[in-house]
């Protein structure tokens, strides 16, 4: 049985403050030992990226979880663009044995055209279903997701978890996965996502749900004498 929970977190040194916001909201909620993994392009040896698009360092390397977990145990998965306002290990409480990947469904056209860094933000099937993974790492689906598989298939087949039946892929409550400025303003999103922008970028400073991610920011330099 697990004592702790595998939490991998997508790292882009562009937003390296997003990270540290993320973690720290994570930790002061939870009531279980947390092991993190920020999914830093300098640390994964045995991945070249191979793919020209994407706007951040970890759009791909995030499949890579379960092959970094040994292909065995459990594993979360989340963009590092977050907050979290419950404890993380509600949301390892879902585990279902009979599903591959857990992730929230969404279904919606979005907003704006673009996001942050100037990034073209289109709409396509499955959008920000693999922002938040839960990871059955050991699940014989998943063995496919090796450091040369992931490197050599395209971002539609990877995101949309093409490699998997339908029936593999298990839903999440929405709430674990509740998107800044796309949604409605929610005091009971478990993780608020701000998939536009973080509150780091000065454009998005003051959008929707922003108050929550500088509260968290503040925590994290709380007793720093600059």
Partial sequence: MNKSISLAVGFDQREAIAYHVFCQSVIDRSTVPVQFMPLAENTLNEYKEMHTDGSNKFIYSRFLTPYLMGFSGWAIFADGDMVCQADI???WALRDKT????VVKHDYQTKANTKYLGNKNENYPRKNWSSVILWNCAHPSN?????EFIQNQPGSYLHRFSWLSDNLIGDLPIEWNWLAIEYPENPNAKL??????TPCFKNYANESMSEQWKKMHDRCVEGFDY
Avoid: D, F, R
């Avoid at 599903?99 to 857990?102: S, T």
């Avoid at 063995?143 to 450091?147: C, K, N, Q, S």
């Avoid at 608020?192 to 922008?197: E, K």
């Fill in 89 to 91: 290990s509600e949301l």
């Fill in 99 to 102: 599903k591959a990947v857990q």
């Fill in 143 to 147: 063995a496919v997701l090796t450091p």
């Fill in 192 to 197: 608020i996502h701000y998939t536009l922008g």
